[in-house]
């Protein structure tokens, strides 16, 4: 099983401030990767797939990097309405593996 | 306009039988990959199950033997038959379209207690 490991597990950030988080895999997953953005009793929300491609509707704040085994997620100009927990995941091979979450709070 | 719909969650006893139903709109299960994915409470997500546009099936670890995905094309739903029921199934069960999940269901609570 591919582990998936985010970093940090939580952090405090101002409005218009830049968040940037990673994943890291276990294994090489390729660009066969996606991020996740999930609020307080919704569902989890695509943001990014193919490591770097942002889901229909999701702002140009967004954008995701990398290949392989490390991946980043940067937030540019933090939002109030970004606090949330973000989740990576592999969809590279059996089973699908989703990172522990990293919540993002608003200062 | 793409939705989702799960049914069929509830309280369970252990070792009971539960069958969740995703009601689908918008697109046809049958030409799309479709997802179970479940959370725990004050948990992260956790992904279940696939069901590919072929018929092809893969499950998590956790619930290789135990679950079992299905659709029925007729209806335009997936289902997920869960067996075996064990407190560490309790989880809100989502379901979700693709391998790279785009769209998702509110979800469906099951509990399984004594």
């Known amino acids: 099983e591919i582990v998936m490991t985010q970093s940090p597990a939580t952090l405090s950030v101002s409005p218009g401030e830049r968040v940037t988080l990673s994943c890291r895999a276990s294994q090489n997953v390729r660009v066969n990767f996606a991020w996740y953005q999930q609020k307080p009793g919704q569902a989890p929300r695509l943001l990014i797939y193919?490591?770097?491609t942002r889901a229909t509707g999701i702002p140009a704040r967004f954008s995701g990097s990398g290949s392989g085994t490390e991946f980043t997620l940067t937030i540019n100009s933090l939002q109030s309405e970004d606090s949330a927990v973000y989740y990576c995941?592999?969809?590279?091979?059996?089973?699908?593996?989703f990172g522990g979450g990293a919540k993002v709070e608003i200062k | 306009e793409m939705q989702l719909v799960e049914s069929g969650g509830g309280l369970v006893q252990p070792g009971g039988s539960l069958r969740l139903s995703c009601s689908v709109s918008g697109f046809t299960v049958n030409n799309n990959y479709l997802t179970w994915v479940r959370q725990a409470p004050g948990k992260g997500l956790e992904w279940v199950s696939v069901i590919y546009p072929g018929g092809n099936t893969y499950y998590a670890d956790s619930v290789k033997g135990r679950f079992t995905i299905s659709r029925d094309n007729s209806k335009n739903t997936v289902d997920l038959q869960m067996n075996i029921l064990k407190a560490e199934d309790t989880a809100v069960y989502y379901c979700?379209?693709?391998?790279?999940?785009?769209?998702w269901g509110q979800g469906t609570l099951v509990t399984v207690s004594s």
């Open positions: 995941q592999q969809y590279s091979d059996w089973p699908l593996t």
């Open positions: 193919g490591a770097s």
């Open positions: 979700a379209k693709g391998l790279w999940n785009d769209y």
